[in-house]
Every structure is written in structure tokens, then in C-alpha cells.
């Protein structure tokens, strides 16, 4: 209950002492999660795949290893593929899906819904996410800190708990993450080289974590 009332409190502040913006097209904010599908590290976000792009992603978490795949067939849907090497257990393959909603006259508001692994090879999980883009003053008036601020729940992988975190764009080409998956805090530092490449690196469950996200595009 408590992370549930921070989390709501957190997102609510933050909206009201900020200004609200559109999402924009910003590379850092695609990047393939550990388990494949658009997001921060572990936890989806509502953004999806750009349409008629592929993301290609790998990921070096805790135990487990993957290579994944997302496709964005139409605008603000996405859907992927991942494989999934795992300690001590025979390597998996799963699927992922993701619809982006945006409401008409909230261009600020992104609303995302999911699933990873539907057909339950690993743990068949469901979501849905809600993405806020905010722009923080800072104490010099011509400058802001960009900020986006995601709340969400999530069912199998993310054990039926409230999800969230957010990201803080420090620049055009760094910016650091924050998220909570139902169980672990994890952070990283996120690089965009150019518009195609995007690199991770951080802690995931209280050990390195690293990932790269390439686009592509045919």
C-alpha cells in the first residue's frame, strides 16, 4: 500500500508543478527492455516501436540473457519476439504485443496496454501503462530538465503489483532511469549515440546490468 500511495503521489506532483508536453520523437525513449518488449530496464512504458521500424535489442541481466526483436507493424502498435537464455534452464522463446493510445486533446498523456510471453513458456504476463512527459524548471529560466513519469500494474512476471519509474533526459544524449518492477529498484544510465543506437548500463536486482537497442529500418 505504501508504494502504491508514493508512487500516486509522486506522479501527481509532478504533473502539477510542471508543464506538460508531447512525447516528441526523442531515440532515448525507445529502448528494448530485458524481456524484449519497449521500455526502461524490466518495466514496459506505454511508447511503442516507431511504425515500419524494427528495434533489435540484447540485454545482460541477473541470471538471464536475451536478444529480442519488436516490429511496429502500424502506428503505436508493436509486436516482438524475444529469446531467452536463462541459468540453468533450457532457453526460451516468447512473444510480445503493444498498443499506444493517446487521448485526443491530452497529446501530454500516452496510455499503453501489453502483453509478454501470451502463450505462458515463461510466465504469461498482462499491462498497462500510463506515460506523463513533463518539463521541471530549473533555477535558470532558459533551461528545463525534461522528465517522463510512467504508473502502471502488471500481472505474472510483475507478481499482480502497481510498476512505474521514470526517466531524466540530462541532455540530447544521456539520460538516467528509474524503475520499480513489483520487487527491485533498478537504475541505469542510458547513451544515445545516434538515432539507430542506444546503450544501457546500470543495476538490475543488485547486479550489472547492460543492454543495447539498435534500429532498424527496411
Known amino acids: 500500500m505504501r508504494v502504491y500511495v508514493v508512487s500516486g503521489l509522486f506522479l501527481t506532483v509532478a504533473v502539477l508543478s510542471a508543464q506538460v508536453e508531447p512525447r516528441g520523437e526523442n531515440p532515448a525513449i525507445r ?12 518495466v514496459p512504458t506505454s511508447t511503442a516501436t516507431r511504425a ?17 526483436l519488436n516490429w511496429g507493424i502500424f ?21 510480445t504485443g503493444k498498443v499506444t493510445i493517446i487521448p ?43 522528465l517522463r513519469l510512467h504508473l502502471g500494474y502488471g500481472t505474472g512476471i510483475y507478481r499482480d503489483k502497481v510498476i512505474g519509474g521514470g526517466e531524466v533526459f540530462l541532455n540530447n544524449q544521456f539520460s538516467v532511469v528509474g524503475e520499480y518492477n513489483g520487487v527491485d529498484s533498478n537504475f541505469a544510465l542510458r547513451y544515445v549515440y545516434d538515432d539507430n543506437l542506444r546503450v544501457q548500463l546500470g543495476t538490475q536486482a543488485k547486479v550489472i546490468y547492460f543492454s543495447t537497442t539498435y534500429g532498424l529500418s527496411f
Not at 52 to 68: C, D, H, M, P, W
Not at 117 to 124: G, H, L, T, Y
Open 75 to 95: 502506428e503505436s502498435v508493436e509486436v516482438g519476439g524475444v529469446v531467452v537464455d536463462r541459468n540453468n534452464q533450457n532457453n526460451k522463446i516468447i512473444a
Open 52 to 68: 515500419e521500424r524494427f528495434q533489435l535489442g540484447t540485454a545482460l541481466g541477473k541470471n538471464i540473457r536475451t536478444v529480442s
Open 104 to 146: 485526443q486533446n491530452f497529446d501530454w498523456l500516452e496510455l499503453g496496454f501489453g502483453t509478454i510471453d501470451p502463450f505462458d513458456a515463461i510466465n504469461n504476463t498482462v499491462y498497462g501503462m500510463a506515460s506523463v512527459n513533463v518539463r521541471v524548471p530549473s533555477q535558470a529560466p532558459e533551461q528545463v530538465v525534461g
Open 31 to 42: 529502448v528494448n527492455t530485458l524481456y524484449g518488449t519497449t521500455g526502461l530496464i524490466t
